[in-house]
């Protein structure tokens, strides 16, 4: 049983950036992909970006060109920079992992971090 675990999230001022980081507790690199959801208070939780074993990214259109994922085998880790933040990022950023099957739907992946803060706000 793989753990996620999320850490990086706070409180960033509009314009700001910051880097999330999502630890397994085991090796990733059997991932078929990773992903990056967020869910804001009374909205459906949201695929942010993913990364694929092959290094195949994509992204959500509202963080295009923003935002950048990027995952470290050797460190078990995923990683999602975000930069030009806008209130509108403002949700708890969830890590999630493939294992097998399509990834292109949440329901599609197996484990789950226990989601970080993201605040952005004046």
């Known amino acids: 049983q793989v753990q996620l675990v999320e850490s990086g999230g706070g409180l960033v001022q509009p314009g700001g950036s910051l880097r999330l980081s999502c630890a397994a507790s085991?090796?990733?690199?059997?991932?078929?992909?990773m992903g990056w959801y967020r869910q804001a208070p009374g909205k459906q939780r949201e695929l942010v970006a993913r990364?694929?074993?092959?290094?195949?990214?994509n992204y959500a259109v509202s963080v295009k060109g923003r935002f950048g994922i990027a995952r470290d085998n050797a460190k078990n880790t995923v990683y999602l920079q975000m930069n030009s933040l806008k209130p509108e990022d403002t949700a708890v950023y969830y890590c999630?992992?493939?294992?097998?099957?399509?990834?292109?739907?949440?329901?599609?992946?197996?484990?789950w971090g226990q989601g970080t803060q993201v605040t952005v706000s004046a």
């Open positions: 999630a992992a493939n294992s097998a099957g399509s990834y292109y739907s949440s329901s599609g992946y197996d484990y």
């Open positions: 085991g090796s990733i690199f059997s991932f078929n992909a």
């Open positions: 990364i694929t074993s092959g290094g195949n990214t």
